[in-house]
């Protein structure tokens, strides 16, 4: 459908015009008293410590800032390419309720029908195993558009299909995938058990996956090795036994 589109946009005779940077990020002093929608599906306790204003412990390397932006200028592009073609709906909408804020990237009307886009762009070797392999979006990236969806929906407005987009940045091609609305009940409680813990100011448990390798929260989570832990000092920890399945456990420490 994406791919549709752009096809024909490029078929007009037009002049490329200048994408104006600040158009394609995001207000540096975005909201930071709500969970933030963009960390829907990941790790409970960075997004807790996120709400709390507790500052990440590593600065993104200039590599990363500038990958970062990429993203930004394509995501812009594509908005101001679906705008001049007639089909955007609306891009870059806040939105936000009690504990949760955001910005949608797009909503589109296509072939009769409202469909909400999230744009990813990811590195081409990600976009080949996703391509080749999976052949599914990551759970974390379905949780993130469907509290878009949620919340979008929330205003009354109409809306047909939600699509997540990938954008390779090595090739810049595109790879959709439809979301069911009916993937809302899963998603939904993935947000309760945050909330419910926010609400009883109950820090969630430790949860030990890859992602911690790069978490900016990593340091303060897993201290340095060789922390001695008093008798009796217990600890809890959430491990990934498997794809999507977690159990939890407790630690506590035996003077004997």
Not at 76 to 88: C, D, I, N, S, T
Request: with cysteine.
């Amino acid at each position: 459908m994406l791919a549709t589109i752009l096809k024909e946009f490029f078929r007009r005779e037009m002049l490329f015009p200048s994408i104006l940077l600040d158009v394609s990020v995001h207000n540096p002093n975005r909201d930071t008293t709500r969970f933030r929608v963009s960390d829907a599906g990941k790790c409970h306790r960075m997004r807790y410590w996120k709400r709390q204003g507790i500052a990440m412990e590593r600065d993104l390397s200039v590599s990363v800032q500038l990958l970062l932006q990429t993203g930004n200028l394509l995501h812009a592009w594509f908005e101001y390419a679906l705008k001049e073609m007639g089909v955007l709906v609306c891009s870059e909408l806040e939105l936000a309720d009690t504990y949760r804020i955001g910005h949608l990237d797009c909503v589109v009307k296509d072939s009769g029908k409202i469909v909400l886009y999230d744009f990813k762009t990811t590195s081409g070797k990600r976009f080949n195993f996703l391509n080749q392999h999976s052949g599914q979006p990551l759970d974390e990236h379905i949780c993130q558009v469907m509290t878009y969806a949620e919340l979008y929906q929330a205003l009354l407005l109409p809306l047909d299909e939600v699509r997540i987009a990938y954008i390779s940045r090595d090739t810049l091609e595109i790879r959709e995938f439809s979301v069911p609305l009916s993937t809302q009940s899963e998603v939904k409680d993935d947000w309760t058990r945050l909330i419910k813990a926010w609400e009883a100011q109950e820090e969630p448990p430790q949860v030990d996956t890859w992602e911690c390798k790069y978490c900016g929260y990593r340091k303060r989570c897993f201290p340095v090795k060789g922390r001695k832990y008093e008798e009796g000092e217990s600890q809890k920890m959430v491990a990934e036994i498997s794809p999507g399945v977690f159990i939890e456990f407790q630690i506590v420490v035996d003077g004997h």
